[in-house]
């Protein structure tokens, strides 16, 4: 890898984290007022507080979002060695963020919400157990969900350690 291709390298990644960052603000924002419209509108101190702590759980993660993601532009020009650098600390920032994300993101806060909107629900039918059927698409997307979340959080990561692979093939050939 040349030094041309690591600044290009860099920019990219640089150009990528704010968009993403930018999307994921406006995304948690959105969704934030969104469940707190639904607040207003539900019947229920249960679901009430589900969709309350749902919303404020989406307007936090707007913000953590902007503090973990948003990054330091590369000054202009830069030396290989402060490319190199902020390079570095940029994939080592995504790895970090990768690592404890159901934490990081308070995704069991996110969940409690959610079992405080179904639950009363799934209660309620389980008096009916026929209305239960009603409840599998829902149920089918929650896992899908899942086996979608850890199968990019796996390609994230292998995609990281490959773009970490390079970096230190790069240094190896700088030092030498």
């Known amino acids: 890898m040349s030094a041309d291709k690591l600044r290009d390298k860099a920019n990219r990644l640089y150009?990528?984290?704010?968009?993403?960052?930018?999307?994921?603000?406006?995304?948690?924002?959105?969704?934030?007022?969104?469940?707190?419209?639904?607040?207003?509108?539900v019947h229920g101190l249960v679901p009430r507080l589900g969709w309350g702590l749902i919303s404020l759980w989406a307007i936090y993660l707007a913000y953590q979002t902007y503090r973990w993601n948003w990054p330091a532009a590369l000054p202009e020009g830069a030396p290989v060695s402060a490319s190199l650098e902020f390079?570095?600390?940029?994939?080592?920032?995504?790895?970090?963020?990768?690592r404890n994300l159901w934490l990081r993101t308070r995704l069991p806060f996110c969940f409690l919400g959610l079992a405080m909107v179904i639950g009363p629900g799934l209660i309620a039918a389980l008096q009916r157990p026929h209305i239960l059927v009603n409840a599998v698409p829902f149920f089918v997307l929650l896992i899908?969900?899942?086996?979608?979340?850890?199968?990019?959080k796996k390609r994230q990561q292998r995609t990281l350690q490959q773009e970490h692979d390079e970096l230190r093939a790069f240094e190896k050939a700088n030092r030498a």
């Open 15 to 41: 150009t990528k984290a704010r968009f993403m960052t930018l999307l994921g603000m406006c995304a948690g924002l959105v969704v934030g007022a969104l469940f707190a419209f639904t607040v207003i509108r």
């Open 87 to 98: 390079y570095r600390s940029k994939l080592e920032k995504r790895r970090d963020h990768l």
């Open 144 to 152: 899908g969900w899942f086996v979608a979340f850890f199968t990019m």
